[in-house]
């Protein structure tokens, strides 16, 4: 796993919102990654997210099988997912001094998904961060063809928090920013085990998959240490969110993982 970043991989981010590093998994690595990932989707079955009733329908469910917190659901993606590295990474992109798991989730388009509509994620999230980010690895190639992600470049520093579902018009997302609309989008096709960063408030989306094969992603948010309860339940089961009010710290440690943290040079499980 690549573990250092360049001086220009943190610019380009902290300009663009998004930043791709190339064979970023040794090939062993990604090997390890799928065999975990594809473990992890079996044996969770038709649970979405874990606490809550099953998988979604319709067109959504066949925009990519979602399955959300897989570090809470298997031991082989809890090291995969606990690795200090990763929080190391995403805090110096993010320019903090701490980072917590959001949540993990895979998202696999299937022969002939459909398009990912584009959208923001840290809206969705139980927390209001401009600071958040989430890291997209690539388990197969990726292509224009089979469902590589798109950025439209510079967009984090200009998003409020207003945004869209992911739904069955690609575009809608420009109703709420009609001034991104005439903007040229950059297409994020990558080899197997490489990866993305994306601010959380980066506009992003994705192709269909025209394929007839896989298109495997493992994809992991990340919240600062430090972020405080906006009232979105999202991911929180009901008994984590009855226990908690608007503006109360999001730190308990079952639920969103401190990775990393500056002042103790590491909390996370180093594999
Ligand atoms: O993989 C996709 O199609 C969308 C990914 C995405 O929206 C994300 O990782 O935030
Ligand atoms: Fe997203």
Excluded at 89 to 104: K, S, T
Excluded at 132 to 143: F, K, M
Excluded at 177 to 197: D, H, I, K, L, N
């Amino acid at each position: 796993m690549r573990t250092q970043l360049q001086a220009a991989e943190i610019e380009h981010y902290g300009d663009n919102g998004f930043v791709i590093l190339e064979d970023f998994l040794t090939p062993d690595e990604l090997e390890g990654w799928r065999a975990a990932v594809m473990e992890a989707v079996e044996e969770r079955g038709d649970v979405r997210i874990p606490g809550f009733q099953g998988d979604s329908g319709g067109f959504y469910g066949r925009v990519f099988l979602q399955r959300v917190n897989l570090w809470q659901t298997s031991a082989r993606m809890k090291a995969l997912m606990l690795d200090e590295r990763l929080g190391r990474l995403a805090a110096e992109l993010a320019g903090v001094d701490g980072i917590r798991i959001w949540h993990d989730q895979t998202l696999i388009k299937g022969p002939w998904a459909n398009p990912t509509a584009w959208h923001l994620d840290v809206p969705y999230w139980s927390f209001s961060s401009r600071d958040a980010l989430s890291i997209w690895v690539a388990l197969d190639d990726v292509t224009l063809e089979n469902g590589c992600l798109f950025f439209l470049p510079g967009t984090h520093r200009e998003a409020t928090f207003d945004n869209v579902g992911i739904g069955q018009n690609m575009g809608e997302l420009f109703q709420v920013y009609p001034q991104w609309a005439t903007r040229e989008a950059v297409a994020a096709p990558m080899r197997a085990g490489s990866c993305s960063f994306h601010n959380g408030l980066t506009a992003h989306g994705a192709h269909a998959n025209m394929t007839p094969y896989l298109r495997r992603a493992m994809t992991c948010a990340y919240m600062p240490d430090g972020s405080r309860f906006n009232g979105k339940q999202n991911i929180l089961r009901p008994e984590q969110l009855a226990r908690l009010s608007v503006g109360d710290p999001l730190d308990d440690d079952a639920q969103n993982p401190l990775l990393f943290s500056r002042s103790s040079s590491g909390v996370g499980c180093r594999v």
